[in-house]
């Protein structure tokens, strides 16, 4: 594993429903002429207004077209941030197609699966100089001092390393509701930056006083990386 150079590289998790790609909103908004997305899940679309807005939207059909094309990324001039969405479709896609199917899937573990997220995640966090914003499902781990670890979804002999363990800035999507208990009118989404009491099964991680509160709610993934240059400048 690499030193992380590139402190310009965000893991952002949560279940399903939970706001990862809505926190991308005033990104794409402000930004979107120079981000390329990568939509591993297929999707086609966005849960907000804004799509046309975006530089280049790329759906690959294999997932090792990624990592072969990580150069060809890296050289486009008009685009400053990458997302990858999501980090765990695509380490899905690996299996299927590379292990599960491979006539050495015990071998393929390692010199396909763990070769190639090692190698997307090298290139991004210390090789890369635009920003890579990787989304990503979460899973339950085994029970550790009577609490359940919610990490990022990774398999194989990974699982022991953890994602996580490459990034700096690793951020939680977060519901809070401003209304009574059984009403949805005050849902929102936010994002947590921090442990908090109740929340140290959660592999959240920023540097240390990079943000006063554990839960930042506004201005969603632009504003997380306004906080990087801000805490860089310091």
Do not use: C
């Amino acid at each position: 594993m690499s030193v992380t150079t590139n402190k310009k590289t965000l893991l952002v998790l949560g279940g399903s429903g939970t706001g990862k790609t809505f926190s991308l909103k005033e990104l794409v908004m402000a930004e979107g002429e120079k981000i390329t997305f990568i939509d591993i899940d297929g999707k086609n679309a966005l849960p907000f207004r804004g799509k046309n807005k975006i530089h280049d939207w790329i759906v690959p059909t294999d997932p090792l077209t990624l990592v072969n094309n990580l150069q060809l990324l890296e050289d486009d001039p008009a685009s400053e941030y990458i997302i990858v969405d999501t980090l765990s479709h695509w380490l899905r896609k690996l299996e299927q197609k590379y292990v599960v199917n491979s006539d050495d899937s015990r071998g393929a573990w390692g010199k396909v699966y763990q070769q190639a997220l090692f190698e997307l995640l090298d290139f991004a966090t210390s090789t890369s100089k635009k920003t890579w914003i990787f989304l990503s499902h979460t899973v339950e781990g085994d029970l550790e001092n009577n609490q359940i670890p919610i990490k990022a979804f990774v398999k194989g002999s990974t699982k022991n390393v953890g994602i996580e363990s490459f990034f700096q800035f690793v951020i939680y999507t977060n519901i809070t509701n401003d209304d009574d208990e059984e009403s949805l009118t005050g849902l929102k989404y936010r994002l947590q930056l921090s442990k908090t009491k109740d929340s140290k099964n959660l592999s959240v991680k920023t540097p240390e006083d990079f943000y006063p509160e554990p839960f930042l709610e506004e201005g969603g993934i632009k504003r997380v990386i306004e906080l990087i240059e801000e805490y860089d400048n310091d």
